[in-house]
């Protein structure tokens, strides 16, 4: 089953706007990740952020997490065509399994 | 290896054949991951290894399908009568910290399997 639900389904932003995506998910969490896909194959590790942790930062990556409403937010600053793929939340509970959800598509012009 | 390797990287396949899909996971790692992605969705999991055992299978559809790591590293994901319903693209993952949950995976590129 997929916990994480993406919002907006689908983004188009030109380069050197900020892109956000949003995370809501349903049960208690362990984590929170953000992963990016390109052309639909393998699956790239961005950015992890614990249930205790309000806020993250990985290069031009921003993450926050409110576990009071259940959502994390993944925040792009100056984008670049490159950056266009789809992201993905994933929570990861009491288990080991990630639960991802249908993801955001970014698509970054020049 | 460099990353965790999927043979083949597509697959087609006839309806009611067997099929066998191979990860090969990052040197040392010992949690080893398979997940499923359909067109439009995300991955959805399907069984975790620690070591040569299946710590959850819970994700596994039903009995056609079946994985093994006989030796700790490589893993191998089975279907058997494959349906059409089984096209997608399966993905395998490994971790170096299977007992602590708060690490990230590397996922490998995938195998795209297409039952016609």
């Known amino acids: 089953s997929q916990q994480g639900e993406e919002d907006p389904q689908a983004l188009s932003i030109q380069e050197g706007e900020n892109a956000t995506m949003n995370c809501s998910y349903k049960?208690?969490?362990?984590?929170l990740q953000w992963y990016r896909q390109n052309s639909g194959r393998g699956l790239v590790h961005l950015i992890l952020i614990r249930s205790n942790e309000r806020e993250k930062h990985s290069g031009r990556l921003r993450v926050t997490l409110d576990t009071s409403k259940k959502s994390s937010s993944l925040l792009i600053t100056a984008s670049r065509a490159a950056d266009t793929a789809s992201y993905f939340c994933?929570?990861?509970?009491?288990?080991?399994?990630?639960?991802f959800g249908k993801g955001t598509s970014l698509l970054v012009t020049p | 290896g460099a990353g965790v390797s999927q043979t083949p990287s597509n697959k087609v396949t006839e309806k009611g054949k067997y099929v066998e899909l191979r990860c090969d996971p990052i040197s040392g790692h010992t949690a080893l991951y398979w997940y499923r992605q359909s067109l439009g969705q995300g991955p959805e999991f399907l069984i975790y290894?620690?070591?040569?055992?299946?710590?959850?299978d819970s994700g596994l559809p039903n009995d056609r399908f079946f994985a093994v790591r006989p030796e700790g590293s490589v893993s191998t994901l089975k279907i058997q009568r494959t349906e059409r319903g089984d096209s997608a693209v399966y993905l395998c993952a490994s971790s170096s910290q299977g007992q602590n949950i708060n690490y990230g995976y590397t996922f490998g590129s995938g195998t795209r399997l297409t039952v016609v």
């Open positions: 994933a929570t990861q509970n009491s288990g080991y399994a990630l639960n």
């Open positions: 049960t208690s969490i362990n984590n």
């Open positions: 290894f620690q070591g040569t055992g299946a710590a959850d």
